[in-house]
């Protein structure tokens, strides 16, 4: 695309000066952007590549002022000045990066199906060896990749996107648009264990099933049990990185992220709009209320009324965990 177009397409402001007719052929980051390929810069951290990078052309935000950063050749590099570099970028992406087809339309002659499922005839996938079980319903332009296995009942609704190797075991329903990455498991027994006198452990039976609403990405190897009773619930808009566990009768509400490797134990309840760092504990039942940030391995052992951003090893306040550090930091300089 050229310039004008890619500044036309990200409703961008092109700088003075530049080539409107310049062809951008690629995209590249912006320490390895070639002169042919178009970067950006989003997160302040990375302006000061702005020195030397050999891009094309590099998507700022308005308040950028490339003046700052005095570059290592004469060349001016073109600017294309967008209100949000970051999801000007990913707009490009789509254009100049078209998806791959995954799977072809179709159904592949080794996959197993039971009779008595329920599956759309409008551009629906099914890859080599996966399993459909009793009485699922699949609805339109589904995806099913190879060695998927979904177990009787489960529902998944329309433009449903699973990779290889994912397990939804039988009840689970799927909502519009979710994507479900490689490995995870929806729908396992959730961890309930009653202690017999004799100090044996009988199994809770586990009856209930999960429910992920519309919009949802699940990263690779995640665990979502089902409810004991009832349903856990991943709400509309929710994403999950890789190597989450989620427990039974969970609750997570719409448009909350969760970074990799954070586990959530029994009968927790997760409001909306929460951003979730990575290595986080949250005990079980227990409630977090909408607009909490938790940073990276923090331990929650208590709900969580106020929106806000808590760290620690005992979820605080972040500032007031900061200002316990640096006494315990000054003591030491003391001594």
Known sequence: MKLHQISQLLSGELSTGSNPDFEITGIGKIESAQSNEITFI????????????????????????????????????????????????????????????????GIDQTARISDTAE??????????????????????????????????????????????????????????RVII???????SDGFGQAKNPDGTYQKIPQKGIVVIEDDVEIGANCSIDRAT?????IRKGVK??????????????ENTVIASQTGIAGSTKIGANCMIGGKVGIVGH???????????????????????MYSGYRAQPMQSELRQEAIIRSLSKKK
């Open 42 to 105: 989003a997160n302040p951290v990375y302006e000061k590549f702005f020195s030397g990078t050999s891009a094309g052309c590099v998507i700022v935000s308005k308040k950028f002022n490339a003046l700052l950063y005095k570059r290592l050749d004469d060349r001016i590099v073109p600017l294309i000045k967008v209100e949000d570099p970051y999801l000007a970028f990913l707009t490009l992406l789509d254009v100049l990066s078209p998806k791959t087809e995954l799977q072809k339309i």
């Open 119 to 176: 599956i759309s005839n409008i551009d629906v996938r099914i890859g080599a060896n996966a399993f459909i079980g009793e009485l699922v319903k699949i609805g339109d332009r589904v995806s099913i990749l190879p060695n998927t296995v979904i177990l009787a009942g489960a529902e998944i609704a329309d433009d449903v996107l699973i990779y290889p190797n994912v397990t939804i075991y039988n009840g689970c329903k799927i909502g519009s």
């Open 181 to 187: 990455h490689s490995g995870t498991v929806i729908g």
């Open 229 to 233: 009773i009832g349903e856990t619930i």
């Open 240 to 253: 999950l990185d890789n190597m989450i566990q989620i427990a039974h009768n969970v609750e997570i509400g």
């Open 286 to 308: 227990i409630s977090i209320c909408d607009n909490v940030i938790l940073t990276a391995a923090t331990n929650v052992s208590k709900s969580i009324t106020k929106p806000g």
